[in-house]
């Protein structure tokens, strides 16, 4: 799968398109494939190094939109 990744910590320009393994899906959690996401002033933080215990390669986004891709025991509706 596609994603934005910093191999190394500075700013927004070490964001590069990554291809990454798709996740596993946990149980009680949802696969969305996501249509527009979001980096947060907290993951701006994390990027520059600003966050103690941070690890690079990172992928940041934690915020944004999407459709289920994959529902496992949820119970909810693929698609949706």
Excluded: W
């Amino acid at each position: 799968m596609q994603a934005m990744m910093a191999e190394q910590f500075g700013s927004l320009e070490y964001l590069k398109p990554a291809e990454v393994p798709k996740p596993a899906l946990a149980p009680g959690r949802v696969l969305v494939r996501m249509a527009a996401a979001g980096v947060t002033p907290l993951e701006n933080t994390i990027l520059t190094g600003g966050m103690p215990g941070t690890k690079a390669p990172l992928v940041p986004g934690s915020e944004g939109a999407g459709v289920i891709d994959e529902a496992g025991d949820t119970g909810l509706a693929v698609g949706t």
